[in-house]
């Protein structure tokens, strides 16, 4: 048998096999970005809408819907006379302005500089990252892996510990950009990674904290949907995953877990939907490998906190998704704590996030990791965060600018310190 170039580079190289049928690539050039106020009447701003074409950002729009218009109908749009603000002025300028990485040099330095926090970069920089912080720290690291994409790339993570060894307490979790384009993320799990290998050896809160947990991050849960924000459409969400009898590509991994999945109106069952749940729970190649690796966690030493980073909006939800009157047993010390987050959080900068519980803040969602690790894997504390910006005027969207990465990171940090200090 003849094996073409394409089809080697195909099996060893899945960002090569993705380039090959790779869309055009979305420049949202022109692109105007607004939050609309919906006065709690959705359902009449939507049919406003309906013969334009708008991409929606959000899906909570009993308050508001945040939409980009395209060119073409930014004049229509304004006619319509809606309670609008700008979130983005040109979208894809705003996504090409992001777009510069910069030229951070990662083989400069054994241990990467703060610097790598001024910009947002491309998906191979950010495993060289993690590796890197490994190599610079083999006494309180390792590189781990839950599980393979659609695509065959790792859902690759690292493991962290203190005093007590590898693996002799119980877990801290996180989970970065289950949502491909929630970019801020990985940039403030990276920070948090960062900061706990970085001041161990000389911050007594942080060598505590890292003496009595073992900490398990994965930036990437979502590898193929982030590339794909890099190579061809930036507001990209869900996992590549094909299905038979759509054209429409995508499962929404934090819809897919074996929990509560197959109640509705939480997720939709049309697969070209942002919150489409799959066909069958846990159908996700990328849910397969983080229920495998939840379980060993959960078998282990037990898992402490889990949180499942997102943006955007400032919130801090607790469990849980699918039923708006659930609570979790602790429910009043997680809110307690939720509380002295928050508080601890706006020290910084000023920026205010809210907390409560996710179907009654926010909006219900089935098949959710956080109802997972809460009843199934029986995590302490199981929350989502939802990072900057809020969404209010002229506060971006998912394409939140560099600049804001920094403070984003430092005010997340101080928020976990605390909250790990008092959990
Ligand atoms: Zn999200």
Same mark, same amino acid.
């Given at each position: ?149 659609? &695509? $065959?790339?790792?859902? @690759?993570?690292?493991? !962290?510990?203190? #005093?007590? *060894? ?121 849910? &397969? $490998?983080?229920?495998? @690796?939840?379980?060993? !966690?959960?078998? #282990?030493? *037990? ?10 909006g400032q919130y801090i ?20 704590l939720a509380q002295g987050t928050a508080a601890r959080i706006k020290l910084s900068y000023g920026t205010t996030f809210t907390y ?29 965060i939802e990072l900057r910006p809020s969404?209010s ?11 804001q990465?920094?403070p984003s990171a430092i005010e997340q940090w101080e928020g976990i310190k605390y909250l790990?200090?008092?959990?």
């Amino acid at each position: 048998m003849k094996w073409s170039i394409a089809a080697i580079a195909g099996l060893l190289a899945p960002s090569a096999f993705g380039a090959a049928v790779a869309d055009k690539k979305i420049t949202y050039n022109g692109y105007k970005a607004y939050r609309i106020s919906t006065h709690h009447d959705d359902a009449v701003i939507k049919a406003k809408l309906a013969p334009l074409s708008p991409v929606t950002f959000n899906l909570d729009t009993s308050e508001h819907l945040d939409v980009a218009i395209p060119p073409s109908e930014v004049a229509k749009f304004k006619a319509l006379g809606l309670d609008a603000t700008v979130l983005h002025e040109d979208l894809g300028a705003d996504i090409a302005k992001e777009a510069a990485f910069g030229t951070y040099d990662l083989t400069a330095q054994a241990v990467p500089s703060l610097t790598w926090f001024n910009t947002y970069h491309a998906y191979a920089d950010h495993v060289t990252f993690f590796s890197d912080l490994r190599a610079a720290y083999p006494n309180n690291s390792e590189l781990i892996n839950a599980g393979t994409s659609v &695509q $065959g790339r790792s859902l @690759f993570g690292i493991h !962290l510990w203190g #005093s007590g *060894g590898k693996g002799s307490k119980p877990a801290v979790y996180f989970h970065g950009s289950v949502h491909a384009r929630e970019w801020i993320t990985s940039k403030v799990v990276e920070y948090i990674t960062y900061q706990l290998l970085v001041q161990y050896s000389t911050d007594t809160v942080v060598k505590t904290i890292l003496d009595k947990y073992d900490f398990y991050i994965i930036p990437f849960v979502n590898p193929d949907g982030f590339v794909y924000t890099q190579t061809t459409n930036r507001l990209w969400r869900k996992n590549r995953q094909t299905r038979s009898g759509s054209s429409c590509v995508g499962t929404d991994i934090n819809r897919n877990w074996p929990y509560k999945w197959e109640l509705t109106n939480g997720a939709s069952t049309n697969p070209c939907d942002e919150t489409y749940k799959g066909v069958a729970a846990g159908d996700t190649p990328e849910n &397969q $490998g983080l229920v495998a @690796f939840t379980q060993s !966690l959960k078998n #282990s030493k *037990g898992i402490k906190l889990y949180i499942d980073w997102h943006s955007y909006g400032q919130y801090i939800l607790l469990p849980y998704g699918y039923n708006c009157a659930a609570r979790a047993a602790n429910h009043a010390r997680q809110t307690t704590l939720a509380q002295g987050t928050a508080a601890r959080i706006k020290l910084s900068y000023g920026t205010t996030f809210t907390y409560g519980p996710s179907c009654s803040t926010l909006y219900a969602t089935t098949g959710s990791s956080v109802d997972y690790i809460t009843d199934v894997a029986l995590a302490e504390f199981a929350w989502t965060i939802e990072l900057r910006p809020s969404g209010s005027q002229g506060t971006s969207g998912f394409v939140l600018p560099a600049a804001q990465i920094l403070p984003s990171a430092i005010e997340q940090w101080e928020g976990i310190k605390y909250l790990l200090t008092n959990a």
